[in-house]
C-alpha cells in the first residue's frame, strides 16, 4: 500500500522564517485518497485545472471585495495571474493527452469551507485569507503526494513543478494577515478553521462518487488525537 507521509508538509519554503513553523493542515490526508487519485489520473488533472481557475477567481474576488487596499492588490493581482498561468499549463498538458475540459461536480468541501467565513469585518477578511490559505496547503500537500507518487513520470514532473508555487501561495495569505492582525489572533482563528477543514474533508464525497483534489481522505487517528 502507498503511505502518504505521516505529518502535513512543513512550510519551508514560505517567505519569513515565522511563516516557516506555521503549521495549517490539522490532519494529512490518507493513503485511500492517494490510491484513489492515482487510479483516475486524468479526472485529476480536469479537476486541477478547476482549482487553478477556482484559485485565480478567489484572489479576484478579493480584489475586487477591497477595491481601495493597494497592498492587498500588490500580493493578489500576480498570485491571480500565477493561478492561471498554472491553469494554462495543466489545460495544454490535457490537449497534449487529447483530454477535454469539462464541468465537474464540485466535493461540497469548498462550500462548506466558505460558509465558515464571518459576515462581519474584520473577521470576513480574516477568515477569507484563512481559507484560502488553508485550500491552497491541501493543494500543496496533495500535490507533494502525487508528485512523489504517481506512476506516469510526466505528471510526478508536472504536480513537482507546481509545488513550490503552491506552498508560496499560502504563504502569501498568512503573510496578509501577519499585516493586519496580531499573531496570537491569527493563530487562533487558524486553529478553528484548520480543524474545520479537516470535517469538511471528512465529508466531501462528490455526488458522483469519484475522486476530486479536495474529495474526502484524512487520517482518521490524526483527526482524533488533533
Ligand atoms: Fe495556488
Known sequence: MIQPAASPPSAASLPGAAAARIRWLAAPTS???????IARPDLLLI??????????????????RYPGDDALAAVLSPLAREELEHFELVLAL???????????????????LTRAVRREEPG???DSFLVAGLIEARSHERMALLAEHAPDPELRRLYGELLA?????FGLYWVL???????????????QLAALEVQA???????????????AGVVQDAVASS
Open 31 to 37: 493513503a485511500a485518497w492517494l490510491e484513489q487519485a
Open 47 to 64: 479537476d486541477h485545472a478547476h482549482c487553478e481557475r477556482k484559485a485565480a477567481g478567489v484572489a479576484l474576488q478579493l480584489m475586487f
Open 94 to 112: 490535457m490537449a497534449c493527452r487529447g483530454i477535454a475540459l469539462r464541468p465537474l461536480q464540485a466535493s461540497p468541501y469548498g462550500a462548506e
Open 124 to 126: 470576513r477578511m480574516l
Open 165 to 169: 508555487s503552491e506552498a508560496r501561495h
Open 177 to 191: 494577515c501577519e499585516q493586519r492582525w496580531p499573531r496570537a489572533l491569527v493563530m487562533e482563528r487558524l486553529g
Open 201 to 215: 474533508l471528512l465529508a466531501a464525497q462528490p455526488a458522483d462518487g469519484t475522486v476530486r483534489f479536495h474529495s
